[in-house]
C-alpha cells in the first residue's frame, strides 16, 4: 500500500488550519529585488544543496514518485529566477521524474516594469527541463472571480483559492 503524501509535506493542526512541515522549508531573509538574474545566479546556487538534500530525504519516504509539481510566480525575481533555477536543479537530479509546473503570469497591469522580462526569461528556462506547462493568468483568475462573487475586495487568499481548485482538478484523475 503507498504511504500517504501529504503526511510528508503538510502537518494538519486544528487551531490553525494546515501549515508547511518546517523539514521542508528553505527560506531567506531577502528576496530578489524584482531581478529575475539574482534570483536565477545568486539566490539558487545558495539554496541549491539544501534543495537536494531535503527533495531526496522526502523521496525517500515515498514508495514510488511519478511527478513533482512546482507552482511560481513569473513576474518578480524570487519566483521567476529562483523558480526556473529550482526546476533544472530538480530536473538534473531527478530526470526520471515528471516535472509539472504551473507558473502565474502577471496582471496586465504589472507593478514593476521588469515583469516581462522576468516572464521571459523563467518560462525560457522552465520549458527546457519541464514535462508539462500550465499557465494561470492571474488578471483572468481575479475577473472570473470578480463577475461570479461579485466581490469588490478579492485577496490573495481568493485568486489562490480558485487556482488550486483548477489544479487539482486538472492534474487528478476523477
Known amino acids: 500500500m503507498p504511504k500517504m503524501y501529504h503526511q510528508y509535506l503538510i ?3 486544528n487551531e490553525k488550519g494546515w501549515n508547511y512541515c518546517k523539514e521542508s522549508i528553505i527560506h531567506k531573509q531577502s ?3 524584482n531581478n529575475w538574474a539574482n534570483g536565477f545566479f545568486n ?3 545558495t539554496i541549491e544543496n539544501n534543495l537536494i538534500e531535503i527533495v531526496h530525504s522526502m523521496c525517500e519516504k515515498f514508495d514510488y514518485i511519478d511527478s513533482i509539481l512546482l507552482i511560481n510566480s513569473l513576474a518578480g525575481g524570487t519566483g521567476s529566477g529562483l523558480g526556473s533555477y529550482i526546476n533544472i536543479i530538480l530536473k538534473d537530479n531527478l530526470p526520471t521524474i515528471n516535472l509539472l509546473n504551473a507558473s502565474v503570469f502577471p496582471h496586465n497591469a504589472g507593478e514593476v516594469i521588469v515583469n516581462s522580462y522576468n516572464t521571459l526569461f523563467s518560462l ?3 520549458y527546457k527541463v519541464s514535462d508539462l506547462m500550465s499557465i494561470i493568468h ?3 483568475i481575479f475577473d472570473i472571480y470578480k463577475e461570479i462573487y461579485k466581490e469588490k475586495k478579492i485577496g ?5 483559492q480558485i487556482i488550486s481548485k483548477h ?3 486538472a492534474l487528478i484523475p476523477v
Not at 490573495?156 to 489562490?160: E, G, S, V
Open 31 to 33: 528576496g530578489s529585488g
Open 124 to 126: 525560457s528556462e522552465s
Open 167 to 169: 489544479l487539482v482538478s
Open 43 to 45: 539566490h539558487g546556487p
Open 138 to 140: 492571474n488578471q483572468e
Open 156 to 160: 490573495f487568499d481568493n485568486l489562490n
Open 11 to 13: 502537518k494538519v493542526s
